[in-house]
């Protein structure tokens, strides 16, 4: 099982080439890919999604969220900010559910390796991570 961040997501809806979106689209096609809550509120965001594709996205099983995720979550960008490091909290949330279940995440967002660094989540950098 896999989970992927906003920012594989777009790509992949939008067409973009790189080794996040094939490896999302093969996920996809095996049904190894869970959605985490925070990425679908993110996506479904968007004023210009079709809502084809919104109905497709609400598809995608999401991660559970455990008892004491938030405080996790929290505990979690706290580390990552005590080292100095940017750690916004939707990434934080993103990166606690991928940690909680011992999902990789598909990404093309570097922000997530302060939490690899930090906590160890197991990170997939797409291309045309910035």
């Known amino acids: 099982m896999i989970a992927a961040d906003t920012s594989t997501w777009v790509a992949f809806l939008e067409g973009a080439g790189g080794e996040d979106a094939k490896l999302l689209d093969g996920a996809l096609e095996d049904r190894q890919v869970l959605m985490v809550p925070v990425v679908l509120t993110e996506l479904l965001s968007d004023p210009k999604l079709?809502?084809?594709?919104?109905?497709?996205?609400?598809?995608?099983?999401?991660?559970?969220?455990?008892?004491?995720?938030?405080?996790?979550?929290?505990?979690?960008?706290?580390?990552?900010?005590?080292?100095?490091?940017?750690?916004?909290?939707?990434?934080?949330?993103?990166?606690?559910?991928?940690?909680?279940?011992?999902?990789?995440?598909?990404?093309?967002?570097?922000?997530?390796?302060?939490?690899a660094e930090t906590a160890g989540l197991d990170l997939v950098l797409g291309a045309g991570t910035h």
């Open 50 to 115: 079709p809502s084809a594709v919104a109905e497709t996205l609400a598809e995608v099983p999401l991660v559970e969220i455990e008892p004491g995720y938030w405080q996790r979550a929290g505990a979690l960008r706290a580390r990552v900010l005590a080292r100095s490091r940017r750690a916004r909290l939707g990434d934080a949330l993103i990166a606690q559910s991928c940690i909680d279940r011992g999902i990789p995440l598909l990404t093309r967002d570097r922000d997530f390796r302060a939490f």
